[in-house]
């Protein structure tokens, strides 16, 4: 998204029209198609009115209302209430309504691909799309869902994972919710945006099978699945800026798959050349017209560097989209209640209980004993932070925030437990109070400081208390952000990590970061460790629950967590150009027989499941048939508990380089102490495709593969099966 000070220039440099009031539930449309409809309003608009829907405006009380208020203004685009076209009300992000005091702050979206849920999701993005129309909103910039090749990228906290399944399957769900409530989903960023620094000037090159395998499937599949809108990423691709690729806007997302919404580019900097944008299909210039501006238009219209009839291409899908979302009825009434309510916030705590990821629990120390706690300390540098995340465009303002020390002194309250913080900074204090406690909670990790949207500008000058800003930060709203300069912790929380093991052996490190953090210079000293990423208002009160048994996690990594940073990638936050690979994460892992400290699909449990190998039916099957395949699993232990069974496939047969395995199915299944159920999957042969570069075609070979099933991408997790496609 656009950085903030552009828009305090706005104020001062751009005469924004005057905003309309654009409320979508009361614009109606008559009994017509609305593909019928926008081609009958479309001949009656004049060239300057079919402008007006190509780009924002209202940029003036955007401005102000960001730098003055905790309620920010919508960007609108188009509208003519003449005609009966509703305007696009925009409101970001992807962990709630951006910028909005008292909206409710969900865990990140990293936090939510560990969740493993779709249906949790779906649950998220109603709620999302109820205080976006609350708010008097249609449009929604929440579906993050770049693929994360590096878990330094600064902006790894807003997508789902590694995994391009995963990011398709729960971005499917996010888009359902949101638009179950007639606000249009806004997809981001297309395409490899996964990089923060340079994101306005990097060339990211790599073959169209690499561009087609692995950083276009969860795109494809969200935009089959009805997603209404895309928005271009700031990145070149291959030798052309997103915003203006014609490959990326025409060629893959109109006339492959079928995209019949529109496409807006990411603010100020994703569009670079307007005669581009238009023969490449870009549909809308945000947040305000600098080359779609009506005299640029009617000026390369009659120079024929354009023709009207390519305006009206773009026009049409804009209209059609709009009138189809505000002609559909609503499910229910939007009072501003909803921003912020009970439920929501509810909501937010299961989800931070439901996606937290238990990575150790040597000698079952979780859950802990209440009972038996008389004297627990609370330390770490984000012991008592106050913290959701990034402060970019997913910036949230909600009415409160549970930190980790909050959540466990409100648990224990009316207990006999002794609950005692110790200051990041006293750490001469450290052994005497971890010395004869029951337990020791270290909150350590990542603030928006160290990773975000990159902003740069202003100098946060205390790391420890993130809010503390400087003059030029105040008065902007600007954050540091970027991408993070290492993968482990910082030396202050591996410092008082040792101090705290040396003194006690019931040490619990709670670890909060947007994407791996790597654990190797302390895991061993320490018997317990949980990644809870940035989860969100509730996240203290979720910590506890956890830690004591309530909540029994369930979260499994949506990341590889490397034992080196060297395994992963190559990652230069400033690169020029950037050459990605057909390997990442786990599917790099297991090309170069690396072992991961911790695997993708990986997550503990205070219970204990058995997973049976697979039955496969119906085999070998047809290129255009589809696999079924059976699996049990079994809570064998002594607590309620959910486990995620995850499905790969491999091609041991393929005549192509294939990576070993990759996932092709997951399920999330809540079971009681003793109960075993039955689940089936369904794996569609053309699933298992590959793009041939010479041909630009799929190839669903007739070859033997590999069907694995387990709990987690570890070759030790999986129970495998072999079946043929003939």
């Keep these: 998204m656009r950085i903030y000070l552009i828009f305090i220039f706005a104020i001062l440099f751009v005469q924004a029209s005057s905003a309309q009031k654009n409320n979508p539930a009361t614009v109606l449309m008559p009994d017509t198609s609305a593909d019928q409809r926008a081609t009958e309003l479309l001949t009656k608009m004049t060239l300057k009115q079919k402008i007006y829907e190509m780009h924002g405006h209202s940029l003036v009380r955007f401005g102000l209302s960001a730098l003055f208020t905790k309620h920010l203004k919508p960007v609108i685009a188009g509208g003519n209430k003449k005609l009966g076209i509703p305007g696009t009300v925009f409101f970001d992000g992807p962990r709630g309504i951006f910028r909005n005091k008292g909206a409710t702050a969900f865990p990140v979206t990293m936090a939510r691909g560990a969740s493993w849920d779709p249906d949790l999701e779906r649950r998220v993005g109603e709620a999302m799309g109820e205080e976006n129309r609350a708010l008097g909103g249609n449009y929604s910039g929440a579906v993050c869902m770049n693929l994360l090749r590096n878990p330094r990228w600064g902006r790894s906290q807003e997508t ?16 359902d919710g949101i638009q179950k409530h007639n606000v249009q989903a806004c997809v981001k960023h297309f395409a490899a945006n996964s990089m923060e620094n340079n994101r306005f000037g990097v060339d990211v090159r790599m073959s169209e099978r690499t561009l087609q395998e692995v950083y276009l499937p969860h795109f494809k599949k969200v935009i089959l699945h009805g997603a209404a809108s895309v928005m271009s990423a700031y990145n070149k691709l291959n030798g052309e800026y997103c915003g203006q690729n014609k490959n990326l806007l025409t060629d893959i997302l109109v006339r492959d798959w079928g995209f019949r919404g529109y496409i807006t580019s990411d603010w100020a900097y994703s569009l670079r050349d307007g005669v581009k944008g238009i023969k490449a299909g870009m549909h809308v210039e945000m947040p305000g017209a600098h080359y779609y501006k009506a005299s640029n238009i009617k000026k390369w219209i009659s120079e024929g560097k354009i023709t009207e ?17 505000a002609s559909r009825k609503d499910v229910q009434t939007y009072p501003k209640s909803l921003i912020g309510s009970d439920a929501h916030r509810a909501l937010a705590r299961e989800v931070a209980e439901k996606s937290a990821v238990l990575l150790k629990n040597n000698n079952q120390l979780l859950p802990l004993n209440k009972s038996r706690m008389k004297r627990i300390v609370v330390l770490g540098s984000l012991a008592d932070v106050r913290q959701t995340g990034d402060h970019g465009s997913s910036s949230v303002y909600p009415a409160y925030i ?14 006999p437990a002794q609950v005692i913080y110790v200051n990041a900074k006293d750490t001469a204090a450290i052994s005497g109070a971890c010395r004869d406690a029951d337990a020791v909670i270290v909150a350590a990790g990542m603030t928006y400081i160290d990773e975000g949207e990159y902003i740069g500008g202003g100098v ?3 790391r ?7 003059f030029f930060t105040s008065l902007s709203g600007l954050g540091l952000g970027g991408d993070r300069k290492y993968l482990h912790l910082h030396p202050q929380d591996i410092d008082i990590i040792h101090r705290a093991a040396a003194a006690s052996k019931n040490v619990v490190v709670c670890i909060t970061a947007g994407s791996a953090v790597t654990v190797e210079e302390w895991q061993e000293e320490v018997p317990a460790i949980l990644e809870t990423f ?17 909540v029994n996690p369930s979260g499994k990594l949506p990341f590889t967590v490397p034992k080196s940073e060297s395994d992963l990638p190559v990652f230069n936050s400033f690169d020029s150009v950037a050459d990605y690979g057909y390997y990442h994460g786990y599917t790099l892992m297991d090309k170069e027989k690396k072992e991961p400290r911790y695997p993708f699909g990986y997550g503990l449990s205070y219970t204990s499941f058995k997973i049976s190998e697979p039955e496969i039916l ?12 059976r699996v049990k ?14 499905l790969y496939a491999g091609f041991p047969g393929s005549q192509v380089e294939r990576p070993e395995k990759i996932l092709k199915g997951f399920r999330k299944v809540n079971l009681l102490p003793g109960e075993e159920k039955e689940i089936e999957f369904a794996l569609p042969a053309a699933d298992l495709a590959y793009y041939d570069d010479s041909s630009k075609n799929w190839v669903t070979e007739k070859s033997k593969y590999k069907l694995s099933v387990g709990s987690s991408s570890s070759k030790d997790k999986l129970h495998t099966a072999s079946f043929e496609i003939r």
């Design 633 to 646: 699993v079994k809570n064998t232990g002594s607590r309620e508990g959910a486990e995620v069974v995850q």
């Design 309 to 325: 009839q390519e305006i009206n291409n773009l026009v049409l899908p804009i209209i059609r989209t709009k009138l189809l979302f």
């Design 534 to 550: 940035y989860n969100g208002q509730e996240g203290g009160n979720a910590l506890a629950r956890i830690l004591f048994g309530d």
């Design 618 to 629: 119906y085999t070998p099957i047809a290129p255009a048939g589809t696999l079924y395949a």
């Design 402 to 415: 549970i930190t980790p020390l909050a959540g466990i002194r409100k648990y224990l309250e009316g207990t």
């Design 160 to 175: 789902y994972g590694e995994d391009p399944y995963l990011l398709g399957e729960m971005a499917s769900a996010l888009v």
């Design 464 to 470: 420890n208390n993130p809010d503390k800003k400087s």
């Design 460 to 462: 946060i000058r205390d």
